[in-house]
């Protein structure tokens, strides 16, 4: 039975990772920085390894790298543990994967590309990131590759587009789709950035992809998403509509700075090499999304 670390299990992705693991056979060991109690999870932070040196024990033989600071947000007002933690914290990660031998996949992001990328292709794109996040998860992939290059670590970096989860936790920091369906569900006005499109990808199909990524002996850089993209005004609507809500819940506004207006991978590694492709379409998507929020709300779930 193979044995795999997931390192930020806890999070929107992680943790149905982790279920996607067990269930295809795989021991799983869980961390995260999260103080909880329960049989097969450690507590641990990535920038202390000493935390981590138990879990390293055990002798994994994949480590799926997840923890980071994320968000332009976050990594702009809090810079230095945002640098701390997307580089030194991946450092000491490589560092214990070379000495106990595990393959690593690390979790990057799309944001490493950059405004000037369109289309957004990992083969020939010369990524230029406008945030402190992208710059971060940029660097951190080229710390990934000085290892695998000199001392022939096995690893893979992950570029994720737009994952989206129906059990994904609500708040004002998580991805459109939840953010759009709780507070429309719940009657609340949205804001929607004008002229920005996005690729969603279902996280049933993001972590099949990730599993994938495990078997490749190869150093690469993969874009994992959906090959369709949409406007976020588009998505708005869809989510309206399912949900039943009134259209002046939605307003208008200009994007941010720091923001990629438009997001357009190309997938064909995802394709060719991982052998994925996405099952869950938008539509279906959307309607999960929506039919989970509004059982979560009735429960009480939010408010």
């Given amino acids: 039975m193979p044995k795999a670390l997931v390192i930020g299990s806890e999070g929107n992705v992680g943790t149905p990772l982790v279920r996607h693991l067990q269930a295809g056979g795989y021991e799983v060991l869980e961390s995260d920085i999260r103080p909880l109690a329960r049989p097969g999870y450690l507590i641990a932070d990535i920038n202390q390894p000493m935390d ?4 390293f024990d055990w ?3 994949v480590v799926f790298m997840l923890s980071a600071i994320v968000s332009r947000v976050a990594c702009e007002q809090a810079s230095g543990l ?3 933690t997307n580089l030194a914290g991946i450092n000491n990660v490589l560092q214990l994967c070379k000495r106990t031998g595990a393959r690593l996949v690390f979790f990057s992001s799309s ?7 369109d289309p957004m292709d990992e083969a020939v794109s010369d990524p230029k990131p406008n945030n402190r996040y992208g710059l971060s998860k ?4 080229q710390l990934v590759e000085y290892e695998t290059r000199t001392y022939g670590l096995k690893a893979v970096s992950i570029r994720p587009f737009m994952i989206y989860d129906e059990n994904e936790e609500f708040g004002s920091r998580r991805s459109a ?12 006005s949205i804001q929607v950035h004008s002229g920005s499109a996005r690729s969603w990808l279902h996280v049933s199909d993001a972590v099949r992809a990730m599993e994938a990524a495990a078997h ?6 993969i874009n994992i998403g959906h090959p369709g993209i949409l406007p976020i005004e588009e998505l708005a609507e869809q989510i309206r509509v399912e949900l039943g809500a009134p259209g002046s819940l939605i307003e208008y506004l200009p994007q941010p700075d720091g923001m990629t207006p438009i997001k357009r991978p190309i997938l064909n590694r995802q394709r060719d090499v991982l052998g994925i492709s996405p099952i869950v379409s938008l539509e279906e998507g959307v309607q999960r999304v929506c039919k989970k929020v ?3 709300i009735a429960a009480g779930g939010l408010k």
Avoid: T
């Avoid at 944001?111 to 990328?117: H, I």
């Avoid at 490749?216 to 850089?221: C, G, S």
């Fill in 52 to 55: 981590l040196l138990p879990a």
């Fill in 59 to 61: 002798g994994p033989d």
């Fill in 82 to 84: 945002a640098i701390a």
């Fill in 111 to 117: 944001e490493v590309y950059g405004p000037g990328c």
């Fill in 138 to 141: 940029f660097l951190g992939e």
């Fill in 177 to 188: 789709m939840i953010r759009f369906s709780s507070e429309l569900a719940m009657g609340r």
């Fill in 216 to 221: 490749i002996d190869e150093y690469m850089v």
């Fill in 294 to 296: 509004q059982e979560r």
